[in-house]
């Protein structure tokens, strides 16, 4: 069996198992075996039967739903590739967007804050793009934290395992912060979720029957770390559209709005600190 014969086979399993891209993921995993790129598997030599029962095997755990992220050990997000797996919750692109405005309000020179930071996603690239400014990420599991330490590193990013609600958390940098990003745990509870979400760790995921029980607090301790003028922005669920800016607008917030991802859901809120009279 050559490359493209088994990758067209995995792409019809994975298609029956409801895979959202079940070619792309084929070819994901079938480069990640190999080692070559997906265009080279076009031409490359038929694989050996070690390197079939290893793709066959990788492809049943896609097909039972497992992220493909966890089985490859990586996930893309914006310009680099973060270690994922086991323990830490999966990027996903449309957080992109919230890193498109968070770069467009940072200073030269600014500080920022990442709260919920998970794998690091968000400051790792707010570190690597903009190594101007100065970045601190904070996460309350330990499990995640190690993959955040890890690819944090050589960043200059800093990473704090810390609950972030809390108001003693970085309380050196209150009143000093330029921007404060956050994708916390917002689902609520009798929320349906795909099936690879239910690899994630719940706690990244799942925020009480409201799905705003770290959103709330959050705004509030965010308020604190940003000087005047300083801006928050954190994800939510596409129910939070109306509630997500109203919590801003009593944390102590103005030019409060509410952002779409390229599906045309809510997406993520923003907000501005008021500035002192």
Same mark, same amino acid.
């Given at each position: 069996?050559?490359? #493209? =014969?088994?990758?067209?086979?995995?792409?019809?399993?994975?298609?029956?198992?409801?895979?959202?891209? $079940?070619?792309?993921?084929?070819?994901?995993?079938?480069?990640?075996?190999?080692?070559?790129?997906?265009?080279? !598997?076009?031409? @490359?030599?038929?694989?050996?039967?070690? =390197?079939?029962?290893?793709?066959?095997?990788?492809?049943?755990?896609?097909?039972?739903?497992? +992220?493909?992220?966890?089985?490859?050990?990586?996930?893309?997000?914006?310009? /680099?590739?973060?270690?994922?797996? $086991?323990?830490?919750?999966? +990027?996903?692109?449309?957080?992109?967007?919230?890193?498109?405005?968070?770069?467009?309000? %940072?200073?030269?020179?600014?500080?920022?804050?990442?709260?919920?930071?998970?794998?690091?996603?968000?400051?790792?690239?707010?570190?690597?793009?903009?190594?101007?400014?100065?970045?601190?990420?904070?996460?309350?599991?330990?499990?995640?934290?190690?993959?955040?330490?890890?690819?944090?590193?050589?960043?200059?990013?800093?990473?704090?395992?810390?609950?972030?609600?809390?108001?003693?958390?970085?309380?050196?940098?209150?009143?000093?912060?330029?921007?404060?990003?956050?994708?916390?745990?917002?689902?609520?509870?009798?929320?349906?979720? @795909? $099936?690879?979400?239910?690899?994630? #760790?719940?706690?990244?995921?799942?925020?009480?029957?409201?799905? %705003? @029980?770290?959103?709330?607090?959050?705004?509030?301790?965010?308020?604190?770390? !940003?000087?005047?003028?300083?801006?928050?922005?954190?994800?939510?669920?596409?129910?939070?559209?109306?509630?997500? +800016?109203?919590?801003?607008?009593?944390?102590?917030?103005?030019?409060?709005?509410?952002?779409?991802?390229?599906? /045309?859901?809510?997406?993520?809120?923003?907000?501005?600190?008021?500035? %002192?009279?």
């Amino acid at each position: 069996m050559t490359w #493209p =014969q088994a990758i067209a086979s995995a792409a019809k399993r994975l298609e029956a198992a409801g895979v959202h891209s $079940p070619r792309n993921d084929a070819e994901l995993l079938a480069a990640h075996v190999s080692g070559l790129t997906r265009t080279r !598997l076009l031409i @490359a030599d038929a694989p050996t039967a070690d =390197q079939l029962a290893v793709f066959d095997a990788l492809v049943e755990r896609r097909a039972a739903r497992e +992220p493909l992220q966890h089985l490859t050990g990586s996930a893309a997000f914006r310009y /680099g590739e973060l270690a994922v797996g $086991p323990g830490v919750f999966v +990027p996903r692109p449309e957080t992109e967007l919230l890193v498109d405005w968070a770069l467009e309000h %940072l200073p030269q020179g600014g500080t920022v804050i990442d709260a919920c930071s998970g794998s690091g996603a968000v400051a790792h690239a707010i570190a690597t793009e903009r190594p101007d400014v100065r970045v601190w990420a904070i996460e309350i599991d330990p499990d995640a934290f190690e993959w955040l330490e890890s690819n944090l590193n050589g960043t200059g990013a800093i990473p704090v395992n810390a609950d972030a609600t809390a108001a003693g958390t970085l309380a050196e940098l209150d009143g000093i912060v330029d921007l404060v990003t956050a994708n916390p745990p917002y689902v609520p509870f009798e929320i349906e979720v @795909a $099936p690879e979400v239910k690899f994630d #760790p719940s706690g990244a995921v799942y925020a009480a029957a409201s799905g %705003l @029980a770290v959103i709330q607090p959050l705004a509030f301790r965010a308020a604190a770390w !940003l000087k005047p003028g300083g801006w928050f922005g954190f994800e939510h669920d596409d129910t939070h559209q109306k509630a997500a +800016p109203e919590i801003l607008n009593v944390s102590g917030f103005t030019e409060t709005e509410d952002h779409d991802d390229l599906a /045309g859901r809510p997406r993520f809120a923003t907000g501005r600190l008021g500035l %002192l009279p």
